[in-house]
């Protein structure tokens, strides 16, 4: 999901994550850019304590926004985020590892890991 300007250069972002803060921070800091995501402004960082307090209702919402973001950034231009965690080893697979970038701005490659994709 990317809309590109005349110059061919991306000006839509989704923007996935389990906290509001770092959403904030991203609009502030590119604010030239449309920043999309399904966070909303209660939802802070994921635990699993927490999470298992939640109702049904909440969980099975929660996990369908999961799913969608996993469907929307693999099909994505460009996949930006942290190698340690395992919703990039997960993107990171479904893409077989092509234009993935750490967060650090460096791109990836599996290969150099020893990973099979």
Known sequence: MTAKNKNGKIKTI???????GPYLELKKK???????????EKRESYFQREFLK?????KEERLMEYL???????HAS??????NSNFYRLISFFKKNNHCY???G????????????
């Open 102 to 104: 750490d967060v650090s």
């Open 78 to 83: 460009m996949f930006i985020g942290s190698p």
């Open 30 to 40: 590119l604010p030239d850019y449309q920043v999309i995501t399904f966070i909303n």
């Open 54 to 58: 939640l109702p049904v209702e909440e």
């Open 68 to 74: 969608v973001d996993i469907e929307i950034s693999r």
């Open 106 to 117: 460096k791109e990836v490659e599996a290969r150099k890991k020893g990973l099979p994709w």
């Open 14 to 20: 989704f923007f996935s994550s389990d906290g509001y």
